[in-house]
């Protein structure tokens, strides 16, 4: 195995879930890894604790006169369950198939490590780099940042800077590169529905009761038309109609059509919002999703019960210019008149962040643009994503500096759910990348 598959096998191998408090500790020894690495590089590197976990920062010498450059990362990843449909162990990496096979693998270890290991490289190549360097990475992405933003404001003037990189978006299709150039939003909330003292015989009560499951259903059901809109007051007052350039752009994108979308999802059909390609729902329409419902009997065969409470984890896309507490004022609203008689609600809100635009034609984006053209050899397509990055605006808001997304996950890299991989290729063009970009970005 060559140095590199090494380095990135040993970073997969920490089960860094910052979401599971049972693994605080390998989250934290995944941090220590991370700061042993930098500094062997020749880096300046620095350990921050943060209340939950650490936040790793390292720079090279910096040159006045030179360009900054800060490149971030999340060295946390998603749970692994269901673990039984993993073809092999989430944290003991495997290549088959000329893919890397590890929870993170994508999802952020294997793009976030090609950026080090680029470094590493130009460092060895020529002992300096062309651009003052910043690496800012996270152990809380993957449950919302909670907080990045105030070590930002603490740390502003170190990490002052004059671009923002980061890979940990997607790709839209192998050997085609992708620069993002926003990314939507998020805010979410749980509906809790309580209803009688404790669960009761669904013969002896049920039908004088109101029903905590069948309520949650109906609750849920509000939040949509028919037709796939979100049928809550005042939720598209803000949003930013698609621009027609843009529309025309994403039209001549490869691999993202309808068609495509059944493919890679494997689902019998395709819905959404009327008047919208799939791309464009995804990309630049906000949504309201359901991540999960539940109440009453969930074990094998039936139970004749009438549940004391149900519950509904939501969540909601959100794109320029709708602001995650309006949105979450709207919908705490619509769950508040919509609930069912009988039942008592509680919304209880959850992690939130804003959506983030900016120009791909800007100087940067060019740049960008430039970088990943020479490194895949191939003219790179300008996309927005629908995933979420929640601190990428705060970048903007906070250090004033935007942001460039240079996506090395292919939709079918399974992030986030058994058998998350990332191929050997897309490392290797993304150690190439991190080396065309310091020098694109530095002219
Ligand atoms: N890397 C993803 C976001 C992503 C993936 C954007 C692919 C575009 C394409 C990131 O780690 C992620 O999963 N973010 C969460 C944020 C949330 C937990 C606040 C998301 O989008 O659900
Ligand atoms: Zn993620």
Redesign the pocket.
């Known amino acids: 195995m060559t140095p590199h598959l090494e380095d990135l096998f040993s970073f997969l191998r920490f089960p860094s879930i910052s979401t599971d408090s049972r693994h605080a500790a390998d989250v934290r020894a995944c941090a220590d890894w991370l700061l042993a690495k930098l500094t062997g590089m020749g880096l300046t590197a620095r350990l921050h604790e943060t209340p939950r976990h650490p936040v790793v920062v390292a720079r090279n010498a910096h040159v006045p006169g030179l360009r900054t450059v800060l490149i971030y990362g999340?060295y946390d990843v998603q749970p692994v369950d269901p673990l039984d449909l993993w073809t092999s162990d989430p944290f003991l990496p495997e290549i088959r198939d000329g893919r890397i096979w590890a929870r993170g693998a994508t999802?952020?270890k294997g793009q976030m490590m090609a950026h080090v290991l680029g470094v590493e490289k130009s460092l060895r190549e020529s002992a300096s780099l062309p651009v003052n360097l910043i690496f800012l990475f996270e152990g809380e992405?993957?449950?919302?940042s909670p907080n990045l933003a105030s070590f930002l404001l603490q740390h502003r003037d170190e990490l002052r800077c004059d671009v923002i990189a980061i890979s940990?978006?997607?790709m839209v299709a192998p050997g085609v590169p992708t620069l993002g150039y926003g990314?939507r939003g998020?805010t979410c909330c749980e509906a809790i529905l309580r209803g009688p003292k404790g669960d009761l015989h669904s013969g002896l009560f049920g039908g004088a009761v109101a029903n905590p499951a069948a309520a949650i259903a109906r609750l849920v059901a509000s939040m949509h038309d028919p037709d796939g809109r979100v049928a809550i007051a005042g939720f598209y007052d803000q949003v930013r109609p698609l621009e027609t350039w843009e529309r025309e752009m994403w039209a001549r994108v490869p691999s993202v059509g309808d068609a495509d979308f059944l493919e890679v999802t494997g689902s019998p059909g395709l819905f959404g919002e009327p008047g919208y390609s799939s791309a464009e729902r995804v990309w630049a329409r906000p949504t309201a999703e359901v991540n999960g419902i539940g109440g009453g009997y969930q074990g094998e065969g039936s139970k004749t019960v009438l549940p004391a409470d149900a519950f509904a984890k939501l969540s909601f896309r959100l794109v320029p210019d709708q602001q995650p507490e309006v949105i979450m004022q709207q919908v705490k609203q619509h769950l508040e008149r919509n609930c069912p008689p009988g039942v008592e609600i509680e919304v209880v809100p959850g992690?939130d962040?804003k959506p983030y635009l900016s120009d791909p034609n800007s100087k940067f984006g060019l740049a960008a643009q430039a970088a990943l053209r020479a490194a895949f050899n191939a003219e790179p397509v300008l996309i927005r994503?629908?995933?979420?990055?929640?601190i990428v605006q705060t970048f903007r808001d906070i250090l004033g500096a935007d942001t460039l997304l240079l996506?090395l996950?292919l939709p079918d890299a399974q992030?986030?759910a058994p058998n998350e991989n990332f191929p050997v290729a897309n490392f290797e063009a993304g150690i190439l990348l991190n080396q065309a970009l310091l020098k694109e970005l530095a002219k």
Request: no cysteine; glycine share 24%; net charge negative.
């Open positions: 999340h999802d952020n992405e993957e449950i919302g940990d978006t997607g990314l998020i992690h962040g994503e629908g995933g979420s990055i929640p996506g996950a992030i986030h």
